[in-house]
Nanobody
Framework: QVQPVESGGGLVQAGGSLRLSCTAS????????MGWYRQAPGQQRELVAE???????NYAESVKGRFTISRENAWNTMYLQMHSLQPEAPALYYC??????????????WGQGTQVTVSS
């Protein structure tokens, strides 16, 4: 199995910055795409940004120019640098990992989420 673990969430003032991290551990054979999703209470989970193993990125329109996704393949780690955060409902940011475990075929794994709250 593969276990993604997020960190770096917290409370920040509007206009501030946060950096989220996600490290995948376990019986990993390979990881392809990694991504960040977020979900506010009562809302659907939505894609924030994703990055392929080759470094190609895709961002939600709402975060383009403010968020940067990156990864360190050697450490199975992904980051989300967030700038100019806007006041909005608190959201859980989830790490999503498309991986092949040594004991299982391709599968998508989710972390437990890290809370991000932006105050006005």
């Amino acid at each position: 199995q593969v276990q993604p673990v997020e960190s770096g969430g917290g409370l920040v003032q509007a206009g501030g910055s946060l950096r989220l991290s996600c490290t995948a551990s376990g019986s990993i054979f390979s990881i392809s795409t990694m991504g960040w999703y977020r979900q506010a209470p009562g809302q659907q989970r939505e894609l924030v940004a994703e990055i392929t193993g080759g470094g190609s990125t895709n961002y939600a329109e709402s975060v383009k120019g403010r968020f940067t996704i990156s990864r360190e393949n050697a450490w199975n780690t992904m980051y989300l640098q967030m700038h100019s955060l806007q006041p909005e409902a608190p959201a859980l940011y989830y790490c999503n990992v498309d991986a092949i475990a040594t004991t299982r075929g391709p599968h998508v794994y989710w972390g437990q989420g890290t809370q991000v709250t932006v105050s006005s």
